[in-house]
Antibody, heavy 125, light 107 residues
Framework: QVQLVQSGAEVKKPGASVKVSCKAS????????IHWVRQAPGQGLEWMGM????????RYPQKLQGRLTMTMNTSTTTVYMDLSSLNSEDAAVYYC??????????????????WGHGTMVTVSS | DIQLTQSPSFLSASVGDRVTITCRAS??????LAWYQKKPGKAPELVIY???TLQRGVPSRFSGSGSGTEFTLTISSLQPEDFATYYC?????????FGQGTKLEIK
């Protein structure tokens, strides 16, 4: 079945970096974009960016530019989210999610239909 | 950037009630609008995409409507498993922002 399996929980010190992986299976990896979404304790969902596994192009929100890097490995069907210069506001559960589309070239972006289980990132000195 | 504003932020209702949540976009012509259900400790689940299309496997008591800048999610007869937080998200452009969420609680 289609699934996204994320790496395990991380504990990092302020100023450090964290790299979370998301392994896709059960579908053609290069066909659908992968997004990252996070939820800090008691807060709502925050969109962190996306990567197109067909070519590797990325889009990030302005507030994370310079600290966030998304990469992928097509041979292992894995995407990675690397966030540097961590601070307390980065403590959250991080999710990867597949963007379903009936056809990107026709302008369809049909929501995030498959999600990873989430990876908790704790930032503490 | 497109901003999404949900209302209400909190909603108290009973099993069997009909409830409606609204999501307003700061810019018009939004068409790739999705709704998610989020329960504590679980990943979000896609409920509606393209503003009004029910995701496969989601009960038919859920429906979505709207176009342009105003969208709604309606649950026709609340079931105990529907009490959760609901988020709208647009995917028309980047950043693909979420609304702030609507927490649906049992009255």
């Amino acid at each position: 079945q289609v699934q996204l399996v994320q790496s395990g929980a991380e504990v990092k010190k302020p100023g450090a970096s964290v790299k979370v992986s998301c392994k896709a299976s059960g579908y053609t990896f290069t066909r659908y974009y992968i997004h990252w979404v996070r939820q800090a304790p008691g807060q709502g969902l925050e969109w962190m960016g996306m990567i197109n596994p067909s070519g590797g192009s990325t889009r990030y929100p302005q507030k994370l530019q310079g600290r966030l890097t998304m990469t992928m490995n097509t041979s292992t069907t894995t995407v990675y989210m690397d966030l540097s210069s961590l601070n307390s506001e980065d403590a959250a559960v991080y999710y990867c999610a597949r963007e379903w589309s009936r056809g990107y070239s026709d302008g369809y972006h049909d929501g995030l239909d498959v999600w990873g289980h989430g990876t908790m990132v704790t930032v503490s000195s | 950037d497109i901003q999404l504003t949900q209302s209400p932020s909190f909603l108290s209702a009973s099993v069997g009630d009909r409830v409606t949540i609204t999501c307003r976009a700061s810019q018009g012509n939004t068409k790739n609008l999705a709704w998610y259900q989020k329960k504590p400790g679980k990943a979000p689940e896609l409920v509606i995409y393209a503003a009004s299309t029910l995701q496969r496997g989601v009960p038919s008591r859920f429906s979505g409507s709207g176009s342009g800048t105003e969208f709604t999610l309606t649950i026709s007869s609340l079931q105990p498993e529907d009490f959760a937080t609901y988020y709208c998200q647009h995917l028309d452009s980047y950043p693909c922002t979420f609304g702030q969420g609507t927490k649906l609680e049992i009255k």
